[in-house]
Every structure is written in structure tokens, then in C-alpha cells.
């Protein structure tokens, strides 16, 4: 987590990353012992957490066959950060509306398609939009365009903890690379 916020490239001595490293250890047996599963952002998924301690600094890719599921899981991981810190997904393939649908449909066990024909049960609709309602506030979409920069990402990303007073976040892209 901690160790990796430094600045790429720059020169640093090994005296200077002592305290860094016992700070970082201090608060990984503060989270431990306040039942706290891991020291980043939570995915939602225990052996996943296990292995990589939740969400830290830095970047994550998952790629796999069109159709796999990709986007929906990148969407319930979306959601679970959500339940701590402001969470900023940019979307190329789906609108905001349908990536919305598609998180209430989930807490609602209601499939989307559902939805569009007209056959979903709307009494459990509405409590998937009332469970939604709990991490909306945290959940921030955006249409990605071809002139979308990272730039323009990390400032949605500071509005967002700006919004919220935190000091961690997280940035999803979902993006559907043609080659």
C-alpha cells in the first residue's frame, strides 16, 4: 500500500523506507485486530482478498473471452468498495443507466433482461434500488470517450474523495479493447 506511493524513477535509500515499512506493519495488525479481513479496499471475494490484502495502490488487469463476465465482476467489486470508499467506474461498452440496472438487478436477483421485457417482479426491484441506494452515494459512473485522459480520470477520482474526505478511492475502467 504505503510503499508504493513513491515517485517513479526517484532515487530512494533503504534508510528512508525503515519507517514506512513499520508504519505499514503497524497498520496491518491494527486492521487484523480489529476483524478487518484486509488492509486495502475490500473485493468482496475472501480468497481474493487473501491473496492480494483487498485493493492497493497500483494496477489491476483482468482480461478473458467476450461474454466471461468480466464486466460484471468488475461491477460487484464496484459495489463492494463502494460500501468504504468513493469508487469512480469508467465505462466504454455499457451506459451508466444499464451499469445501474445491472448493480440493482444483482442485489435484487433479478436478471436485466428481465427488466427490459417487462416481467420483472417490481417489489423486488425496489429493495434492490433501496439496497443500491446504500453505495450510490459512493458510486460514481462515466461514459468513456476516445478523448477520456487519465488526466481527466484522477481528477473525477479527487472529486470524488474530495466529496467524501477520503483519502482512498478507486478507479475502475472497463474498457472492450477490439484488435
Known sequence: GEIAATRPGALLWGDSLVERV????KKARASKESGRATLGIPTGLA??????NGFNPGLYV?????????????????????EEVPVVYVTYENS???????????????????????????AKLQEGAADFGRIAHRLAFVEGT???TTASIQGQARQAMARHGDR????????????
Open 146 to 148: 476516445a478523448s477520456t
Open 168 to 179: 482512498r478511492y478507486l478507479v475502475v475502467v472497463d474498457y472492450v479493447g477490439l484488435t
Open 62 to 82: 483482468m482480461g478473458g473471452s467476450p461474454g466471461v463476465g468480466k464486466a460484471s465482476l468488475a461491477l460487484q467489486w464496484a459495489m463492494k468498495a463502494a
Open 47 to 52: 480468497d481474493l482478498d487473501r491473496t492480494l
Open 96 to 122: 451508466p443507466s444499464n451499469l445501474t440496472l445491472k448493480a440493482i438487478g444483482r442485489l435484487a436477483n433479478i436478471s436485466p433482461s428481465d427488466v427490459d421485457r417487462g416481467v420483472a417482479d417490481l
Open 22 to 25: 513499520l508504519d505499514l506493519a
